[in-house]
């Protein structure tokens, strides 16, 4: 079992930057990819990246890309994922996601969820 507790968000306005962060703990991560999802009233959870706890390879989809940085801090077992240039479209709750190995990117391969936290970003 992997626990994952998220902290960070909030409101801010567009062009700000924000951090969310997300505390892992239980099994020893070292095969694990963590990875960062959001998701919007009425739609589905959307990837949003993803790092591998060894090696700290990265992969990004959709709009955040080239805006949003995912990181690891081994000795925390926190992942962050950097929000730049925030935009009004970017508003969801955002959820930090673990899984064992592996390379696809769908809510439906990650067992292991954080709480959700809300990003607002306002124009």
């Known amino acids: 079992q992997v626990q994952l507790v998220q902290s960070g968000g909030g409101l801010v306005q567009s062009g700000d930057s924000l951090r969310l962060s997300c505390a892992a703990s239980?099994?020893?991560?070292?095969?694990?990819?963590m990875g960062w999802f959001r998701q919007t009233p009425g739609k589905e959870r959307e990837f949003v990246a993803a790092?591998?706890?060894?090696?700290?390879?990265?992969y990004y989809e959709g709009s955040g890309k080239g805006r949003f940085t995912i990181s690891r801090h081994n000795p925390k077992k926190t992942v962050y994922l950097q929000l730049n240039s925030l935009k009004p479209e970017d508003t969801a709750v955002y959820y930090c996601?673990?899984?064992?190995?592996?390379?696809?990117?769908?809510?439906?391969?990650?067992?292991?969820w954080g709480q959700g936290t809300q990003v607002t970003v306002s124009s």
């Open positions: 239980g099994r020893t991560l070292s095969n694990y990819v």
């Open positions: 790092i591998a706890w060894s090696g700290g390879s990265t």
């Open positions: 996601a673990a899984r064992w190995g592996g390379s696809i990117y769908t809510s439906a391969a990650f067992p292991y």
